[in-house]
Antibody, heavy 121, light 106 residues
């Protein structure tokens, strides 16, 4: 059974850093396209970052230069390092797996339950 | 970057109504579009992928159409469980979500 479990959220002061983790089971993270998606309180979904099976990485403009996506193949875990946090980064952060095949990536087929990040003094 | 614009932002309807939500892309995305349903405090649920393919287990009252830059999600006869927020998502170039359409009970 595919499962994604996020952790690492919490209250952090503006300007601070936080690392989110997404532990996967039932499939291999390194063989899949994995994303982080966030949702600010009462707002819509925003795609944040993608790492593909080849290791190529992409970011939304809103986080480029501040956030870093990575994975640990030995732990089958996806990470999101978030630096220089501001109040606008307050959101529930979800990890999600893309349905993919040899031709490319498609819609998200599995989501984690999310972890809340609150940036406030 | 590809922008996705949904309309309307809010839709009031009654059980049994037929409703349509529109999603427009700022550039052509072929059929690389998905629709998700999200209820408060819950994870988004996939309804439609590749613009018109119904996800397994999703009721047949949900349907999707379109290609290029204009897409629609139609619910043929609203059920009480359908009142939620709906998002379109393009996956032609990375990912972008529409801003969402909240479907409310009239």
């Amino acid at each position: 059974e595919v499962q994604l479990v996020e952790s690492g959220g919490g209250l952090i002061q503006p300007g601070g850093s936080l690392r989110l983790s997404c532990a996967a089971s039932g499939f291999t993270v390194s063989s899949n396209y994995m994303s982080w998606v966030r949702q600010a309180p009462g707002k819509g979904l925003e795609w944040v970052s993608l790492i593909n099976s080849g290791g190529s990485i992409y970011y939304a403009d809103s986080v480029k230069g501040r956030f870093t996506i990575s994975r640990d193949n030995s732990k089958n875990t996806l990470y999101l390092q978030m630096n220089s946090l501001t109040a606008e980064d307050t959101a529930v952060y979800y990890c999600a797996r893309s349905h993919s095949d040899s031709r490319g990536y498609y819609h998200f087929d599995y989501w984690g339950q999310g972890t809340l990040v609150t940036v406030s003094s | 970057d590809i922008q996705m614009t949904q309309s309307p932002s809010t839709l009031s309807a009654s059980v049994g109504d037929r409703v349509t939500i529109t999603c427009r892309a700022s550039q052509g995305i072929s059929s690389w579009l998905a629709w998700y349903q999200q209820k408060p405090g819950k994870v988004p649920k996939l309804l439609i992928y590749k613009a018109s393919s119904l996800e397994s287990g999703v009721p047949s009252r949900f349907s999707g159409s379109g290609s290029g830059t204009e897409f629609t999600l139609t619910i043929s006869s609203l059920q009480p469980d359908d009142f939620a927020t709906y998002y379109c998502q393009q996956y032609n170039t990375y990912y972008t979500f529409g801003q969402g359409t909240k479907l409310e009970i009239k």
